[in-house]
């Protein structure tokens, strides 16, 4: 079974700077998806640029296929040396989790990451690799649907010195917590955001050190496939109606004149619906075998200022946000964000002759730019999107 | 008979809702539920002539939502008496 993995991270800044010194990276990949996690020495820009320049070239170096040494000895030699401690220095975890379920872990001087397997906490083998002086852990191990890896900056662990806990919070402690707060399916946007909570609440809101927590939960991947707009020439009606439907995975129409075609090209009735869930959303459409249809350029704007919107009131609203409506652009909002792990738009680029006239604003280039933005959301918010034009 | 209603983008942003709304509770008001069946339909390729509304398979122009009462009594309204006085 393919997987997809579903990632999120968070980070406290240290209290009275401005940039944190804990940096996290993500590489969504075709065939598997990483995560590096750097902690700078220090805290503020300086750390900042540590944990960064570690992070980017971890990231980067590895997407390309190079190996663990070669990677090490590149940022050996490139972190600027600390002025005060005479050091170039950065922790770093390195995660890379394959769509297969394969599964190789990196750790130098990071808390050590957790593994959970079917909702229980497991031991993964680690071998101890020296390269250029410093140890390194390393782990190869397969993974299921389901599991979750967790890890975090050693700001966590110091949570509460000095103020509430004499030792801070420690490590096996944030074990036990995890392992109490983790519930079977939750998801890693509300364990991360758990952590971080409890964390805030020793540190009394004044962080003692950058905090970072970045969870990966892994998930049956489950596409979604968008027809949106007529092709140009409309030879090509029938390719991408075949490529919508015989794909895998949720399929949604969007747009009056791309159902009718859908409807053509299958030979099955297409159903409009007369009831209005909402008087500003046009009403949506049944069509055997397509999951979801509706009008197009309407629908999808709405859809997009609702994506924003969760975008921008950022993870504390992630939560509460239930997309129960009825209407075309939540119930399109709510396949995207909930239902689908990856989107894949297939967009037809005719005009619509619907839009040539005065009384309706939306030109080719305006819907064009909508679905770009869309999927920008979209990726922002961890899917993977591929657009195709016909 | 069946009267049709586009709900299409560029029929929406005309006020394809309130035409639906103003036909419902004409019919409702007639007691003609049984003679008309009122469908939503999806762009007809006649953006330009009005929201686009067909009568049984024959169009109406220049509809509007100011002008939806006076379309219903003059193109809905004899046919589906005439159903109904016939029955």
New interface residues.
Partial sequence: MELYIDAVYESLHKYGEELCGDKVEFVRADDYFLAVLADGLGSGVKANILSTLTSKIIATMFASGAQLEETLETIASTLPVCSERGLAYSTFTIIKVGRDGKVYTAEFDNPDLLYFHRNQLTPIPRETVEIGGKTIHVSHFEAESSDMIITFSDGVVHAGVGRLLDLGWQYDNIVNYVVENLEPNMSPRVITKKLLAAVNTLYMQKCGDDSTVCALALKPSRPATVMVGPPVNGEMDKIVVDKLMYSRGLKVVC???T??IVSRVTGRE?K???D?EN?AV??I?TLPGVDLVT????TLGKALDIIKGINDAGADSLESYTLSKKDGASRITKLLLEDATEVRFLVGRAL??????P??P?SLGLKLNLIKELAAELERTGKKVTVEYF | MVVSV?????C???G??QV?KTFQELIKKNQLEDFVE??????M?R??TGISVMVDDKPVDNVGFVNAESVFYEHIFPLAEAQKSGQ
């Fill in positions: 747009g009056g004149t159902s009718q297409l409009v619906q007369i209005y008087p046009p009403p459409a009008e197009g350029v309407l619509n002759p619907a839009h040539q006239n009384g309706m939306v | 586009c709900v299409g983008s560029s929406h942003m005309k394809s809702y639906i009122l469908k939503a339909s999806f762009c390729g953006c330009l």
